[in-house]
């Protein structure tokens, strides 16, 4: 039963290429997260998501590209990766966001290596 | 000036000692104060959270917030082997959608 679910849980991939990364949660929460985590373990927000709605965004360049089909998912599209983008990237989700109290609730992260 | 500041240690104690973990924050108007744990090679998880200043007790673990010096902490009690980790103090602001993170404190608890 897993709450926060990332796929895949490791990339490796060329410069230059595209790829995707899944997140689902199953905790019927409002809100969804996108992080990076880079070598020096700082964790950073990149995107936030309320009921699909985009409502953060953290100047990430426009190749990040988050999709939310729905409230349980939220997906981030990677073009043209280059060597920087190398770093952990986790989902988390919270239940009311808008509220003081919103726990986080983290994904497993996914280990992406460009090279 | 970053937005969350921790010593970036490590922090090493002896079993059973008492861990004092600091963070202090820029945004005066930051809401939602949070303690995180992270295991190497895992996703954070959430052990404490405050709104309010004073302190804020759950088990082992206190946590302390100072608004008016921006200022939170972390006091970890008897601490265990188990208890090192990555510990990341992080800091909402209204509506809570967006968290900054600081850039954690390692603990290192000596058997």
């Known amino acids: 039963d897993t709450a926060v679910s990332q796929t895949p849980k490791y990339l490796v991939t060329q410069m230059g290429n595209d790829k995707s990364i899944k997140c689902e949660q199953n905790?019927?929460?409002?809100?969804m997260y996108w992080y990076k985590q880079d070598s020096k373990k700082f964790l950073k927000i990149m995107f936030s998501?309320?009921?699909?709605?985009?409502?953060i965004n953290e100047t990430v360049p426009n190749r990040f590209s988050p999709k939310s089909p729905d409230k349980a998912h939220l997906n981030l599209h990677i073009n043209s990766l280059e060597l920087g983008d190398s770093a952990v990237y986790f989902c988390?989700?919270?239940?009311?966001?808008?509220?003081?109290?919103?726990?986080?609730?983290f994904g497993p992260g996914t280990r992406l290596t460009v090279l | 000036q970053k937005e969350v500041e921790q010593n970036s240690g490590p922090l090493s104690v002896p079993e059973g000692a008492i861990a004092s973990l600091n963070c202090t924050y820029s945004?005066?108007?930051?809401?939602?104060f949070f303690w995180y744990r992270q295991y190497s090679g895992k996703s954070p998880e959430l052990i404490m959270f405050?709104?309010?200043?004073g302190d804020k007790e759950d088990g082992r673990f206190t946590a302390q917030l100072n608004k008016a010096s921006q200022y939170v902490s972390l006091l970890i009690r008897d601490s265990q082997p188990s208890d090192s980790a990555t510990y990341l103090c992080?800091?909402?602001?209204?509506?809570?959608?967006?968290?900054?993170f600081g850039a954690g404190t390692r603990l290192f608890v000596k058997a």
């Open positions: 988390a989700s919270s239940h009311v966001a808008g509220s003081s109290y919103n726990e986080q609730f």
């Open positions: 905790l019927g929460h409002d809100t």
């Open positions: 998501y309320n009921n699909k709605e985009l409502i």
């Open positions: 945004d005066r108007g930051s809401q939602s």
């Open positions: 405050i709104y309010s200043n």
């Open positions: 992080a800091v909402s602001n209204t509506g809570g959608f967006k968290t900054i």
